[in-house]
């Protein structure tokens, strides 16, 4: 019983260690735990599994949150290599970008528009086709999800956190 008592405290020291936080919404500024989201595409698959990630880490998302985020773009693409034979591998290149913004509830900037990539390749035998095939919708989803990390490592980062507690901090009034 001893022995798994310090087991588990071992982990957590460990865990802790390297940057490991459990996926709660204790990472994002407590101006953040109500948010609104908006994007140009609200159905696209980056809207969608970001509101999840946040909701899942529970953010509640609100239309009449203090503090909206907004995707303002978003691409996936890929490159189109030279083909030298048609007996050689070909490999592409894809890149996931977004751009997003803070706003306070009046569309006032509160970090300036942020734009978050990723890339990642893929090597296709000469006899693969590449819309046909399920490797590209498997690196979009997990590009997707990068994206999404990169925007709560923004969030959470000292910069946001600061421009977040300058915007709504409570000024005492001063009687006079």
Do not use: W
Not at 90 to 111: E, H, R
Request: glycine residues 4%; aromatic residues 8%.
């Amino acid at each position: 019983m001893k022995t798994t008592k310090y087991l588990i405290l071992a982990s957590s020291i460990l865990l802790g260690g390297c940057g490991f936080t459990m996926q709660n919404g204790t990472s994002l500024p407590k101006q953040l735990q109500t948010l609104t989201v908006q994007a140009d595409n609200p159905y696209s698959g980056l809207a969608i599994d970001l509101r999840q990630n946040l909701l899942d880490s529970g953010i509640t998302l609100t239309p009449n949150a203090p503090v909206i985020l907004k995707i303002t773009d978003q691409s996936f693409t890929h490159d189109n290599p030279n083909m030298v034979s048609s007996a050689q591998a070909t490999i592409y290149t894809f890149t996931y970008q977004a751009n997003f913004v803070l706003y306070d509830k009046n569309y006032t900037p509160i970090i300036a528009p942020q734009t978050v990539s990723t890339n990642h390749t893929i090597t296709l035998n000469p006899n693969e086709i590449l819309d046909s095939n399920n490797k590209t919708l498997t690196l979009r989803k997990e590009m997707r999800r990068e994206i999404i990390f990169k925007i709560f490592d923004i969030l959470s980062a000292r910069n946001c956190r600061e421009a977040l507690s300058t915007k709504f901090s409570k000024t005492p009034k001063t009687r006079t």
